[in-house]
Structure formats: C-alpha cells, structure tokens
C-alpha cells in the first residue's frame, strides 16, 4: 500500500536511511528548470507536449534504481520516495511502482512546489521548497 509522508518527514529519513532514495517524476524540463531536491534522480511519468503516462516508466524506474544501487536484487525492498509538482503524478508513479512489486514507497504529498495559494501562485503556502528544504537547478 502506498503510504504518504509529508516534505519534512521524507527528508529526515533519506538523511538518516542508508540506501532510502528520492525520485522525482516531473517531466525533465520541470526537473532541470524549475528545480528538484537536491540528491532526486528524474524518472518522469508523463511528458510533454501530450502528457500520457510514459509506458516505459517502470522500466526506466528499474534502469535508474539499479545505476544508482548497483544492486539490483534488492530493488523492490529499498525506502522510495516520490515527489511531483504537487503530489498528484507522484501518487499515480507510487501506486504504479507498488503494482510492479515495490513495497516500501512513501508519496510526498503537496510534492515539491505544493498547493495554489489565493492568488493561484506555487511555493507560498507548502511542499519541498515551501519548507527550506535543500534543492537545486540543473
């Protein structure tokens, strides 16, 4: 079952938990543009212009984890947590990657930029950057 955890929560554990990973499945262009946490490998679900679920996402989630690993056996135990825009694309990669036998992946709800203020502006109200949490552009 996926579990959510919020910005903070997943942080403190990839700093204390040898091996937990962060992947971050925004498109690449929001990856190197807007900015990703810092240490997040980018597996994108969806890309634009049409913005379908990328039908090799598992594999290239598998491809990703053991380049960064170098362990493949133990691919589907390791703590993974995944982060998008606000939280949406990151529960639907979540539920996808427990489909395929991952069994400890946490979502970081309101995701890297968070939820829409009043004024329809990003990064004010929560999510990774909100928080003062590290991160960087490509």
């Known amino acids: 079952m996926l579990k959510n955890i919020n910005p903070q929560g997943a942080y403190k554990i990839l700093q204390q938990k040898s091996g937990a990973l962060l992947m971050d499945v925004r498109s690449s ?10 240490n997040a490998i980018n ?18 989630a598998r491809e990703s984890l053991v380049e960064y690993l170098f362990d493949g056996n133990q691919l589907h135990d390791i703590p993974l947590f995944v982060v998008c825009r606000s939280g949406q ?7 996808i990657l ?14 890297f930029e968070g939820d829409k203020d009043k004024n329809g502006h990003r990064n004010t109200v929560n999510g990774w950057r909100f928080q003062g949490l590290p991160w960087e552009q490509s």
Do not use: C, M
């Open 29 to 38: 262009i929001e990856y190197t543009f807007v900015g990703h946490p810092l």
């Open 43 to 60: 597996v994108p679900i969806k890309e634009p212009p049409d913005w379908d679920i990328q039908l090799r996402f598992i594999e290239q």
């Open 89 to 95: 694309r990151s529960k639907l990669a979540g539920e």
């Open 98 to 111: 427990i489909k395929d036998g991952f069994t400890n992946v946490s979502n970081i709800i309101n995701g």
